[in-house]
């Protein structure tokens, strides 16, 4: 997820999804916003639906085909945003007609062999059975150049709408001499991958006679993989679940794995993947648990006569063992969070938009816990009707200062004006996470842009901050233009090299954008 930065020249008032004031941004930054951030899900304010009529308004009336192109590049490169960047290329193909650069664009927006697969399903669920734009026809042909038999086995689309070799026959791929053998086992349906634990566990599902006997092979796969250490360190993250699932008996090898300090440095993952694991398995402790308590008498003695898969009979110490291994690694990946050089203020809007549904408080009180536990000299605001500093223990678990966040949020309305107007201290930086929804006015100002609170700030202090202001929805509104005030939108592993960047150029981000080779 990922980031944007506002021009400062953009200053016309709008009314946000709130009902309150705010500033529109350009519809190049609007666009972009919503590529860095939409998971396609239902929003407080917006549906899914309202999302992707978004993107095709946008593309209708205002943004030029050549920013969107590269701005999906970007967000699939950069940010590996995949079901955003699916849909602006589906839509682009039905859009743009002779343009050189259209069939370039496809092919770069395509990493994974699966990327195809995906925009012609989209394609054709939006458009329906008529015609594939030859662009996307052509782009597509181009991107299995980029891939090998191992690829090409992995991502062939079994039981799918649409399958790999459905798009062979669609596009007709020259073969290369690194793909040629595998096209032609993919054609014959011979071609079958080998080499990787999903082929393992396909495999050893298939070779079963009995729900037992697949039980008994799928521990056995993960059991391999595990004690040789032929998983690799983001794979074991994911596949937490299905290891105390299937094969408990190596839970604790697997929580050996999970806190050597070299493999979490390696891995550059910050703590917010650790966190995402966590949650999962927590959902997996209180189902077995609910399942242990609500299980009536005749289902006990089913059960004794004739047992189910081994994943029903798991106890509850595997996922326990588990999820002390995963507080340890959110420590340690503390150590790939760069620091922030000087002072800075975290802002965590906890108005009601930011409780409901898919809980963005989730997200905004992870980002400022992670930022105040790795920066000393960092201080935690939270905002709703009104802004309070919140004290933290820098000694206490990244997981405790996030759970006091949140269960610190009130649920109110949304004041931006209170964060400049309680701000006694000189920042280097003010961090904002919200949905940037804001409507309430302040002391002496009316709508939700907090201009004059944050001049009277910057005067009372003598600041003159860089200022991020995180929209964690992607709304497509900013509460206030200003020469340091870079409107970002969600977060990413790579958003604090952003920051570092936009301190010291503020287009930094358009730049990254616009420099987006598409042939």
Do not use: C
């Amino acid at each position: 997820m990922a980031k944007f930065n506002v021009k400062s020249t953009v200053d016309e008032k709008v009314i946000n999804l709130a009902g309150g004031q705010a500033h529109v941004q350009s519809p190049e930054l609007e666009f972009a916003s919503l590529l860095l951030t939409s998971f396609v899900e239902d929003k407080f304010y917006e549906s899914k639906s309202d999302t992707l009529d978004r993107v095709s308004a946008l593309l209708d009336e205002k943004v030029a085909p050549e920013f969107a192109a590269k701005a999906a590049v970007y967000a699939r490169d950069q940010f590996n945003m995949r079901s955003i960047s699916h849909v602006v290329s589906a839509e682009l193909a039905q859009r743009v007609k002779g343009s050189e650069w259209m069939r370039p664009f496809v092919k770069n927006v395509i990493v994974r062999v699966d990327d195809m697969l995906e925009i012609l399903a989209y394609y054709e669920g939006k458009y329906g059975r008529r015609p594939v734009p030859n662009a996307l026809k052509r782009g597509i042909r181009d991107a299995f150049d980029k891939f090998d038999g191992y690829q090409l086995a992995k991502y062939r689309g079994e039981g799918r709408e649409i399958s790999l070799v459905d798009v062979v026959n669609l596009v007709h791929p020259v073969p290369t001499d690194r793909n040629r053998d595998a096209m032609s086992q993919l054609v014959a349906d011979a071609l079958r991958s080998t080499d990787t634990w999903e082929t393992r566990l396909t495999q050893a599902g298939q070779k079963a006679e009995s729900n037992q006997d697949r039980a008994e092979k799928k521990a056995e796969a993960w059991a391999e993989m595990v004690l040789s250490r032929r998983i690799g360190y983001m794979a074991l993250v994911r596949n937490l679940r299905n290891i105390i699932q299937d094969a408990p008996e190596v839970v604790g090898e697997a929580a050996e794995m999970l806190v050597q300090p070299e493999a979490v440095r390696r891995s550059r993952m910050l703590p917010f993947r650790f966190v995402t694991a966590r949650k999962e398995l927590a959902k997996l402790k209180k189902a077995q648990r609910n399942r242990k308590n609500s299980k009536s008498i005749w289902e006990s003695i089913r059960d004794f006569f004739d047992p189910p898969a081994q994943v029903t009979l798991v106890k509850t110490e595997p996922v326990d063992d588990v999820l002390k291994a995963l507080d340890r690694a959110t420590e340690i990946a503390l150590s790939n969070v760069p620091r922030l050089e000087g002072s800075t203020l975290v802002a965590v809007d906890d108005s009601g938009s930011m409780t409901w549904g898919a809980n963005v408080m989730d997200i905004a009180s992870l980002f400022g816990a992670v930022i105040v536990k790795a920066n000393p000299d960092a201080d935690l605001m939270m905002f709703s009707n009104d802004a309070r500093l919140v004290a933290v223990n820098a000694d206490d678990s990244l997981l405790e200062i996030q759970r006091r966040i949140a269960s610190k949020a009130v649920a109110g309305g949304t004041n931006f004006h209170s964060i400049f107007d309680r701000a006694e201290r000189r920042y280097d930086r003010i961090v904002i996470l919200s949905d940037m929804q804001g409507w309430m006015p302040g002391r002496y100002a009316t709508g939700g842009a907090p201009t004059t609170a944050f001049s009277r700030y910057r005067t009372r202090t003598g600041a003159d901050p860089h200022v991020y202001s995180f929209d964690l929805q992607g709304y497509g509104t900013l509460m206030f233009p200003e020469r340091k005030v870079y409107g970002l939108s969600g977060f990413s592993e790579k958003v604090f090299d952003v920051m570092a960047l936009l301190e010291q150029d503020r287009e930094a981000l358009v730049h990254e954008i616009e420099a987006v080779q598409l042939a």
